[in-house]
Nanobody, 115 residues
Framework: QVQLVESGGGLVQAGGSLRLSCAASGSLFSASAMGWYRQAPGSQRERVADIGSGGSTNYADSAKGRFTVSRDNAKNTVYLQMNSLKPEDTAVYYC?????????WGQGTLVTVSS
């Protein structure tokens, strides 16, 4: 059974950087599309970035130019490098795996950006 475990969240000052990681168990990772989403208090979960099995990437407008999604299939891990962080980036960040009809979510990691 595939499981996703996020790490790398924490408290950072505005303008700082964090790198989130999401490690997947099982054998589906390399064939799966992976995504990063976030949910701020009182808000709906929103897509931040995603990366296809072939490495193609897409970003939300809020993430363009500041965030970079990447994957390492040898490590079954997807990353989200976040630079120039803003207080409005504060949220719980979730990774997401999509393979055919299967959609899985991690437990989330909290990112707090102080002003």
């Amino acid at each position: 059974q595939v499981q996703l475990v996020e790490s790398g969240g924490g408290l950072v000052q505005a303008g700082g950087s964090l790198r989130l990681s999401c490690a997947a168990s099982g054998s589906l990772f390399s064939a799966s599309a992976m995504g990063w989403y976030r949910q701020a208090p009182g808000s709906q979960r929103e897509r931040v970035a995603d990366i296809g099995s072939g490495g193609s990437t897409n970003y939300a407008d809020s993430a363009k130019g500041r965030f970079t999604v990447s994957r390492d299939n040898a490590k079954n891990t997807v990353y989200l490098q976040m630079n120039s962080l803003k207080p409005e980036d504060t949220a719980v960040y979730y990774c997401n795996l999509r393979f055919r009809n299967l959609v899985l979510w991690g437990q989330g990691t909290l990112v707090t950006v102080s002003s």
